[in-house]
T-cell receptor
Framework: AQKITQTQPGMFVQEKEAVTLDCTYD???????LFWYKQPSSGEMIFLIY??????QNATEGRYSLNFQKARKSANLVISASQLGDSAMYFC?????????????FGKGTKLSVKP | DSGVTQTPKHLITATGQRVTLRCSPR?????VYWYQQSLDQGLQFLIQ???????AKGNILERFSAQQFPDLHSELNLSSLELGDSALYFC???????????????FGPGTRLTVL
């Protein structure tokens, strides 16, 4: 079974509007961390935001926020006021367990296209 | 710029050949992770080193090997190359082995390997 599921292969959003990228995860470990990375066409992986399983509040970083619904095992990324430079692949990832070796498990990604 | 460097940026070689990919982690980071990104498999964890020692193995083929040197740089060796090994290979680094769930991994720009 997939540990990280991103059901939207591609998304379009109008410039200046908000967009939500979906991510669901599967783990039986009570301790885990969830990450979002952005990969522009140039290829590098850029860290956007982190949410810990015990965090009480949803994480926010500038225009990025994470809608964390623990009971539903979802960790959706919300990008507000989309910009043309937001066009990229977005990956949701998870790290399991306190004391884990630390590697990230990635979803298949969502390609976001921002229209002018 | 994440502070993680990878060389070479591009590598084109033939089936059956052997190549070495190099990674220098961020200053002070002891942990190095290797990931492979291919069209069919997505982003997959290969192997992790911490302070010179192998810490975790993911979906790494027996034809692939890695090591981390005393100066903390790491090399990923790929041998008996096949067409299916064509992919983007990322190195990432973090300060600790990953026992802190929120430890961000900083990704290098990747090495794009093409096997002809």
């Amino acid at each position: 079974a997939q540990k990280i599921t991103q059901t939207q292969p591609g998304m379009f959003v109008q410039e200046k509007e908000a967009v939500t990228l979906d991510c669901t995860y599967d783990t039986s470990d009570p301790s885990y961390g969830l990450f979002w990375y952005k990969q522009p066409s140039s290829g590098e992986m850029i860290f956007l935001i982190y949410q810990g399983s015990y965090d009480q509040q949803n994480a926010t970083e500038g225009r990025y926020s994470l809608n964390f619904q623990k009971a539903r095992k979802s960790a959706n990324l919300v990008i507000s006021a989309s910009q043309l430079g937001d066009s990229a692949m977005y990956f949701c990832a998870m790290r399991e367990g306190v004391g884990s070796q630390g590697n990230l498990i990635f979803g298949k990604g969502t390609k976001l296209s921002v229209k002018p | 710029d994440s502070g993680v460097t990878q060389t070479p940026k591009h590598l084109i070689t033939a089936t059956g050949q052997r190549v070495t990919l190099r990674c220098s982690p961020r200053s002070g980071d002891l942990s190095v992770y290797w990931y492979q990104q291919s069209l069919d498999q997505g982003l997959q964890f290969l192997i992790q080193y911490y302070n010179g020692e192998e810490r975790a193995k993911g979906n790494i083929l027996e034809r692939f090997s890695a090591q981390q040197f005393p100066d903390l740089h790491s090399e990923l060796n790929l041998s008996s190359l096949e067409l299916g090994d064509s992919a983007l290979y990322f190195c990432a680094s973090s300060a600790t082995p990953g026992t802190l769930l929120g430890n961000e991994q900083f990704f290098g720009p990747g090495t794009r390997l093409t096997v002809l």
